[in-house]
C-alpha cells in the first residue's frame, strides 16, 4: 500500500552536484524516518543518510559536509543534495523508508519500504 519513487540521478564529472528526490504515496499514517543507502558495484548496499519524523538527520563519515538530506512533510518527500561529488559516489542510490500505514478493516501496521533504485555516476 506504499510506494516509493525516486529521482535525479544520472551523470556528472567529479565536483558537481545532483540532487535526489523520493516521494512516498499510499496508505500512509506516519512515516517514521526517510532516508538514502546506496549500493557501489560489487559492495553491500549501505547507509548514506537518514531523517527522522523530527528533523534528526545523521550521515556516513564518506558523505559529511558534502550531502544534506531534507524532509518535506505535506508530500511526504525526502530530497538528497549531493555536492562536491567525487567519483567514489558511483552507485545505485536506495530510497527508503519506515513507515506507518493504514490497512483494511481499519487496522495499522509498520513496515520497511524501499525505492528501485536510481543510477548516480561521477566522472573523473
Known amino acids: 500500500q506504499v510506494q516509493l519513487v525516486e529521482s535525479g540521478g544520472g551523470l556528472v564529472q567529479a565536483g558537481g552536484s545532483l540532487r535526489l528526490a523520493c516521494a512516498a504515496s499510499g496508505s500512509i499514517v506516519e512515516i517514521i524516518h526517510m532516508g538514502w543507502y546506496r549500493q557501489g558495484a560489487g559492495k553491500q548496499r549501505e547507509s548514506v543518510a537518514t531523517i527522522t519524523s523530527g528533523g534528526y538527520a545523521n550521515y556516513a563519515d564518506s558523505v559529511k559536509g558534502r550531502f544534506t538530506i531534507s524532509r518535506e512533510g505535506a508530500k511526504k518527500t525526502v530530497y538528497l543534495q549531493m555536492n562536491s561529488l567525487k567519483p567514489e559516489d558511483t552507485a545505485v542510490y536506495y530510497c527508503?523508508?519506515?513507515?506507518?500505514?493504514?490497512?483494511?478493516?481499519?487496522?495499522?501496521?509498520?513496515?520497511?519500504?524501499w525505492g528501485q533504485g536510481t543510477q548516480v555516476t561521477v566522472s573523473s
Open positions: 527508503y523508508a519506515r513507515v506507518e500505514y493504514t490497512a483494511p478493516w481499519d487496522r495499522t501496521g509498520v513496515s520497511d519500504y
